[in-house]
C-alpha cells in the first residue's frame, strides 16, 4: 500500500524533526548524554505514535491519548516511563543505581503485562501457568533488551549502532505491516523516523559518542513492544524471533572477539571487523524475516 | 338437617361459581421472551472499497434475547452479542486483516453487544409494527447510543412446532466513532458501514428461561 504525502509527513518527518529539536534543546540546556537522548527518542517516539492518529484528527489523537483502550494506545505512556527511569538513573546518585536497577526491572514485568492485558482472547485461551510463563518470557526479554542497549556503549562504534537501528527499526515496520498489522508497521517506521532524528541530530552536535545506548530504554520499550504486538497478531513465531535477534545485534553489547582489526576511526570505534560482525548478525536475520513476511503476503494477494 | 343440607348445597353452588370464574377470568400476561434461532440471522455489512464498489461481509455467530411486550411496548426488550471473530468477507486474508489491529481488533474486543435501553411503539399503517429501540452498541471498546428502527416482520409457528418472531432492522454507521480510524482520512476504506440484520426468536416457555 503506497503512503501519501500525509502519511510521509506525519510517520516520517514529524516524529523525526520532534527528535532533532530535543536533542537541540537538551544540549543547549546542557543535560547528561543519557537524559539528553532519551529526551530525544522518547519526543520523537511519542510524537510519531500521536501523529499517526493526527492524521484522522486532533480530537481522536487527544481521545485516544488520554484514554488508551488497546494495547498500541498505551505505547507512549510506556516509552515515556522508560524516559523518565532513564533520566532519573542520569541525576540520581550512585546510592540509587541498585533502586533503579530494581525499578527498571519492575517496570520490564509491567510492560509485557500491560500489552498483554488488553488480550482478551489470549486471556481466556491460556491457564495460569502459561500467562505466568509468557509473562516471565517477555519481562526478560525487555529486561535483556534494555541491559544489553545500555552496555552497548562499551563497544562504541555509535554511528554503526545506530544506523543499524535505523535499519532493524524499519526491517520490523515492513515484516509486520506485511504480516497484517499496517498500525504497528507505521509506528515502526516512526520509530525508524525518530532515531534518523535523534542520531542525525547529535552527530550535528558532536553528542554521537553516546550513541543510541543512553536511551537504551525507550528504545528496548517501543522495538521490543512492536515485535511483541505483532506477534500477538499475525508475526510468526519464527519472524518474531529473527526480529528480536536482528534488534539485539543491531544495538546490543557484544563480547570482545579475536577479529581482524581494520582501519579504526574516532567514530568507527574499535575496528571494522567487530562493525561488519554486528552488521551481519543484525542484518541477515532481518532480512529472513523481512523476505519471508513479503513473500506470504504477496502469496495471499495473487493466491 | 333439611337447613343443613339446603346450607351445604348452596356452599357447594358458590364453590363451583368461584372455581369457574375464576378460571374463565383473564390472567395478567407476562411478556413473551425469544431466543435467536442460530440457523435464521443475517447480520449483514457493506463498506465503500476507494469509492469504487462496495464490499459486503458478515457475521456468522451471534447471540440475542428479544423480550416481547406487547400490552407494554415499553418494557420490550432487545439484546444482541456478536463474536466479532466469525467475520466473513469471502477473502481470508481480508478477514484476518479486519479481524487485527487495524480494524476490530478481536483479540482485545472479541464481541460487538447492543443492549436496549427505551423502546417506543411506532407502527404504521403501510410498514406494520416498528419498534424505534434506543440501546447501547459496544463496539472495539467504545459505547454508544443508537436508535434502530426494529421492524418486526411476523409471527407463527415454526417448522419446529415452536412459536417464532422475525424481525429486520437496517442502518448505517460510521466506524471512527468507535475508534476504527484506519484508512478513513484517505478513503481507502469507507467510514460510513451500511448494516442489514434480520433475524428469528424462537419462543421459550416461561419455565424454560434462563437468566443470561
Known amino acids: 500500500m503506497p503512503l501519501g504525502p500525509s502519511d510521509v509527513f506525519w510517520i516520517g518527518v514529524a516524529p523525526s524533526v520532534a527528535a532533532a529539536i530535543a536533542m537541540l534543546v537538551a544540549c543547549r540546556l546542557r543535560m547528561r548524554p543519557t537524559a539528553t537522548w532519551s529526551t530525544s527518542v522518547a519526543c520523537g517516539l511519542i510524537a510519531g505514535m500521536v501523529a499517526q492518529n493526527v492524521r484522522v484528527g486532533w480530537h481522536t489523537a487527544l481521545e485516544k491519548l488520554l484514554h488508551p483502550h488497546a494495547a498500541i494506545d498505551w505505547l507512549p505512556w510506556l516509552v515515556l516511563v522508560a524516559a523518565g527511569i532513564s533520566m532519573l538513573a542520569a541525576y540520581a546518585p550512585r546510592s540509587w543505581q541498585r533502586w533503579l536497577v530494581a525499578l527498571a526491572s519492575v517496570f520490564a514485568i509491567a510492560v509485557p503485562l500491560r500489552l498483554l492485558a488488553n488480550n482478551a482472547s489470549a486471556m481466556s485461551r491460556w ?177 | 338437617m333439611i337447613k343443613r343440607l339446603w346450607t351445604n348445597a348452596w ?27 442460530q440457523s435464521h440471522c443475517s447480520i449483514v455489512f457493506s463498506v465503500s472499497h476507494m469509492n469504487m464498489s462496495y464490499t459486503y461481509g458478515m457475521f456468522r455467530q451471534a447471540q440475542a434475547r428479544i423480550t416481547l411486550d406487547r400490552e407494554n411496548p415499553a418494557a420490550t426488550q432487545f439484546q444482541m452479542t456478536i463474536n466479532a471473530e466469525s467475520i466473513d468477507t469471502n477473502n481470508p486474508g481480508r478477514d484476518s486483516h479486519l479481524k487485527g489491529p487495524d480494524f476490530f481488533d478481536t483479540a482485545t474486543y472479541p464481541a460487538i453487544t447492543f443492549e436496549s435501553t427505551t423502546v417506543v411503539l411506532d407502527s404504521r399503517p403501510q410498514q406494520g409494527v416498528i419498534y424505534q429501540v434506543t440501546g447501547n452498541l459496544t463496539m472495539h471498546g467504545v459505547s454508544r447510543q443508537v436508535t434502530l428502527p426494529i421492524q418486526l416482520l411476523g409471527e407463527g409457528p415454526g417448522p419446529d412446532g415452536k412459536a417464532h418472531a422475525g424481525f429486520l432492522t437496517q442502518t448505517e454507521l460510521k466506524r471512527s466513532d468507535f475508534g476504527m480510524t484506519k484508512f478513513v482520512e484517505n478513503k481507502m476504506v469507507g467510514d460510513a458501514i451500511g448494516i442489514t440484520v434480520s433475524f428469528e426468536g424462537i419462543k421459550q416457555e416461561p419455565g424454560a428461561v434462563q437468566s443470561r
Not at chain 1, 517506521?189 to 547529535?202: E, I, R
Not at chain 1, 577479529?259 to 548478525?281: H, K, Q
Open chain 1, 127 to 303: 491457564s495460569l501457568g502459561e500467562k505466568f510463563g509468557i509473562l516471565a518470557f517477555w519481562s526478560a526479554a525487555f529486561a535483556l533488551w534494555w541491559l544489553t542497549f545500555a552496555l552497548g556503549r562499551h563497544n562504541r562504534q555509535p554511528l554503526v549502532r545506530g544506523g543499524l537501528l535505523v535499519v532493524v527499526a524499519l526491517g520490523i515496520s515492513l515484516t509486520v505491516a506485511a504480516s497484517g498489522a499496517l498500525t504497528l508497521g507505521e509506528l515502526g517506521g516512526a520509530a525508524a523516523a525518530a532515531l534518523l532524528g535523534a542520531t542525525g541530530s547529535a552527530s550535528a552536535l558532536g553528542r554521537i559518542a553516546d550513541g543510541p545506548s543512553s536511551a537504551a530504554g525507550p528504545l528496548a520499550v517501543m522495538l521490543g513492544s512492536l515485535i511483541l504486538l505483532g506477534y500477538s497478531y499475525e508475526l510468526t513465531a519464527t519472524n518474531a524471533a529473527l526480529l528480536a535477534i536482528s534488534l539485539t545485534a543491531a544495538a546490543g553489547w557484544l563480547p570482545k572477539l579475536p577479529l581482524p582489526l581494520g582501519r579504526s576511526s574516532a567514530v568507527a570505534g574499535e575496528g571494522w571487523g567487530e562493525g561488519i560482525l554486528r552488521a551481519t548478525l543484525a542484518l541477515v536475520p532481518l532480512a529472513i524475516a523481512v523476505a519471508s513476511a513479503i513473500t506470504t503476503a504477496l502469496a495471499d494477494i495473487y493466491g
Open chain 2, 11 to 37: 356452599l357447594q353452588f358458590a364453590l363451583a361459581v368461584s372455581i369457574i370464574t375464576a378460571a374463565a377470568a383473564p390472567t395478567a400476561r407476562a411478556a413473551d421472551v425469544f431466543d435467536l434461532d
